[in-house]
T-cell receptor
Framework: KAGVTQTPRYLIKTRGQQVTLSCSPI?????VSWYQQTPGQGLQFLFE???????NKGNFPGRFSGRQFSNSRSEMNVSTLELGDSALYLC?????????????????FGPGTRLTVL | SQQGEEDPQALSIQEGENATMNCSYK?????LQWYRQNSGRGLVHLIL?????REKHSGRLRVTLDTSKKSSSLLITASRAADTASYFC????????????FGAGTILRVKS
């Protein structure tokens, strides 16, 4: 099976612009989660989508948004970019069962998108 | 704040030696997972240990979990230069809405 893919791998934007990142999960995986990784804050959870619904959300401002399509592919969007948004954005997919309080399954990560905001 | 805290922050050992990394967390968990990351790339899942398990093995990896102390350890035996990477523990806890919460990581350097 092909792994999780993320596009683009590298991106350079300027402050005030917006950006859309894409993630294709492993075939059959319906849960997609997004994480931001920075040297200062480490790995932080952004949101999780399951069956086109946002099921969980981290503590990020509304400028960060996402969506999931019927084929489980997901996109995240960051509007009005700030310098502090420079980070590695990681997407992970899992088989995670239907929602509720079911614990997480193993998450398989993509290679990430390196976003630089100038 | 991060749920998991790894210790040490950095570790440098010779090839062939064992490496032990520790992770402490704050709340009751469903499971704890360990991941490896090579130089700013994606994370690779190493092992998952559930809250009702105490020890798990996978190849040269041994993970222990002590829920009474809210801590876990990852032991890599007979380390190789290719083990050089950052290692993260991640907890899945109901209190955090069943999302993975990562620690700050341990940077492991294995010298050949």
């Amino acid at each position: 099976k092909a792994g999780v893919t993320q596009t683009p791998r590298y991106l350079i934007k300027t402050r005030g612009q917006q950006v859309t990142l894409s993630c294709s999960p492993i075939s059959g995986h319906r849960s997609v989660s997004w994480y931001q990784q920075t040297p200062g804050q480490g790995l932080q959870f952004l949101f999780e989508y399951f069956s086109e619904t946002q099921r969980n959300k981290g503590n990020f401002p509304g400028r960060f948004s996402g969506r999931q399509f019927s084929n489980s592919r997901s996109e995240m969007n960051v509007s009005t970019l700030e310098l502090g948004d420079s980070a590695l954005y990681l997407c992970a997919s899992s088989l995670r069962a239907s929602g509720g309080l079911a614990s997480t399954d193993t998450q398989y990560f993509g290679p990430g998108t390196r976003l630089t905001v100038l | 704040s991060q749920q998991g805290e790894e210790d040490p922050q950095a570790l440098s050992i010779q090839e062939g030696e064992n490496a032990t990394m520790n992770c402490s967390y704050k709340t009751s968990i469903n499971n704890l997972q360990w991941y490896r990351q090579n130089s700013g790339r994606g994370l690779v899942h190493l092992i998952l240990i559930r809250s009702n398990e105490r020890e798990k093995h996978s190849g040269r990896l041994r993970v222990t979990l002590d829920t009474s102390k809210k801590s876990s350890s990852l032991l890599i035996t007979a380390s190789r230069a290719a083990d050089t990477a950052s290692y993260f523990c991640a907890t899945d806890a109901m209190e955090y809405g069943n999302k993975l919460v990562f620690g700050a990581g341990t940077i492991l350097r294995v010298k050949s």
